[in-house]
């Protein structure tokens, strides 16, 4: 069945899709850890969104303060919030990019230093550690999704 | 044209890809009708984000009190978030998994587990069901992405 | 090497594929502006959520103060927002629509119209404009996307 899958559409096989591939599946997990990193957050916090949530810490009142908002759960959620905003557009905008023929050597350069950044931009959110340091860190992923954008729309447009 | 379509790509003719377009049209779709309950909850509860929604209501203290925010729409908000969270790397991911030649039937049971259980953890979130509901299909789904971000890993890996 | 990428997939030389790219790419640009608008609302309304933003005014109390909602950055963090809970379903449908097929002209109309609706519902949002300006360019980029998925549904079911 890979031979037959290989023959009808070879993505696979193309070196530029492998990296597109290799790099947005580690970014998209890094994403998907900060769900794990809130769960965290929420249980060591004892900090909840939902009653039912709070409901293995007893009944009325003493299950009711619970259904709070924590500082450091919040703090996870506005760096998965940013992964979202950042992460969605780079897989976007990447995938276009991968298919629009760049070189292995050019498209890796983007790859690398857009997950790096963004590893870098949840340290830095988490630590957390002093500005311009997330700053610096998401800039630098934008930079990379928008420098892909010029490149699709170079090579695609039609309006 | 569907004929030249089907010849310059046959990813629509492949079956693993036609069973992920599926998939990914219908969580999509769920997670688009999270707009649709949010506005039904917020024209019932009347709680509304922005002024110029309260604007039929009346005007100035009239209209301001339905400025608020109601329990009930921000269960489906937080939903609607954490659908944001699960399904956009299952759509990510799972692309890349069908483009790596998976057998069929592996492939459609990742698919129809991860589709079950973010329609469970939607039930289990809007109802609201009692937990360990809301957090097992949550789990359920993450770890189908997982095990599908295996494969694409050991299939594409070029760092 | 272009000429052995479009060998292998040839996806960039199809021209329902270049419409495709071209507009997801100026819509996905068009969310990414949303982080630039928030960042310059944040700054000159002096309001951060996070501690270590609000250091280059000082310590303590004097940049405690800073740390705050401000009408007009919660007003572009929903649009925002917003962006994230239709623009992903647009471009990971429409990626599908793009593969099923359909005539040249009927694609680009489905592309031109979401794109200009969610254009109008940024405008519609940020100005903004008394209702429904707003809750009907949403709706005309809502249905963009769920004629999208009944099309990519007709073309590829497989359960």
């Known amino acids: 069945r890979r031979g037959k899958m290989a023959k ?3 993505l696979i096989d193309n070196e530029v899709f492998r990296a597109y591939a290799t ?3 580690i970014v998209l997990l890094k994403m998907m850890l900060m769900s794990l990193i809130t769960a965290y957050f929420r249980i060591t916090r004892k900090a ?3 009653p039912e949530d ?3 810490f007893g ?3 003493s299950a009711k303060k619970f259904l ?3 500082p450091d759960v919040e703090r996870v959620r506005r760096g998965h919030l940013n992964d979202l905003e950042n992460i969605v557009p780079f897989a976007g905008i990447g995938l276009l990019y991968a298919l629009s023929g760049p070189e292995l050597s050019t498209a890796l350069l983007h790859f690398r230093i857009f997950a ?3 590893i870098l931009h949840t340290f830095a959110y988490l630590i957390p550690l002093p500005q311009p340091g997330r700053g610096l860190s998401w800039a630098v992923g934008y930079a990379v999704t ?3 954008a010029y490149r699709v729309l170079t090579a695609a447009w039609l309006l």
Chains 1, 2, 3 share one sequence.
């Open 8 to 10: 009808s559409t070879q």
């Open 23 to 25: 790099y947005t599946a």
């Open 48 to 50: 909840f969104a939902n």
């Open 54 to 56: 709070t409901a293995s």
């Open 59 to 61: 009944k009325g009142e």
């Open 68 to 70: 709070r908002t924590d």
């Open 116 to 118: 790096g950044a963004r």
């Open 146 to 148: 928008l420098s892909m």
